[in-house]
């Protein structure tokens, strides 16, 4: 595949197969995630692969806590839109896009919180990848750089055939992840990356998002 390509053809994976991922090739792509480029060359990233039991734990205790009425809240608040702004509209025509391809109505409840549930267990994947971030470290600074692995990441993992979902849904019960991942407190969890095999019979992952066009988002200055 070649570079444009996969850049093209990345795209939030949903539904996973339940097939291991070996652990040396989420060593390669870890290889290819830090060869991103970070500021002064910091490479503020480190990473907590998780998978098996502790996973399972994880998704589980999540769900629990989700049920048990826990509002779901990040340490770090990475997405925001104002009500009203062009970026209230992209997140409601997203949310209105996935849950018309799940055939989930707009009043329906239950099916919506069965939805967040399921993002909330990881959909399933068979590893995550917990992000973090050394707590000695700016809090906004680092993130460039994250950003930067974060694509590696998903790209990389492109060449295995296997597909990823960059999620804050991952972080939102850090508790919990912090218990199974031993993540400890001198290191802010910022995101989760759910990696595995595709599985081409989930309804999921027929969504494809939308974009705005380059010409509604530059300006050029110079050209003729
Ligand atoms: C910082 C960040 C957080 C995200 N969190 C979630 C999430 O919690 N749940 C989810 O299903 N997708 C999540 N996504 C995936 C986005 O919804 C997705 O990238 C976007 O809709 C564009 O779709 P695409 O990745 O298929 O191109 C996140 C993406 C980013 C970059």
Known sequence: MNMLDAIRNRKSVRGFKSDP????????????????PSA??????????????????IRKECAEQFRAGEIPHSEYNLISWMKGSVYWERQAELAKHIFQVMGIPREDKEKRAQWMEQGLRFFDAPAVIFICVDKQLSESGPLLDLGAAMQNICLA???FGL???????GVMY???V???????????????????FPDSESIANR???TREPVENITNWIGFD
Not at 51 to 57: H, L, M, R
Not at 183 to 188: A, F, G, N, V
Request: glycine share 6%.
């Open 157 to 159: 993992a492109l060449h």
């Open 207 to 209: 969504i494809t998002s």
């Open 174 to 176: 850090p508790k919990v």
């Open 21 to 36: 991922v070996p652990k040396s090739v989420i060593k390669e792509i870890l290889e290819a995630a830090s060869r991103a």
């Open 178 to 196: 912090r218990k199974y991942a031993g993540i400890p407190e001198s290191k802010r969890l910022v995101i989760a990356i759910s990696i595995g």
């Open 40 to 57: 002064v060359n910091n490479q503020p990233w480190e990473f907590f692969v998780v998978t098996g039991e502790p996973f399972s734990k």
């Open 163 to 169: 597909g990823t979902c960059i999620q804050d849904q």
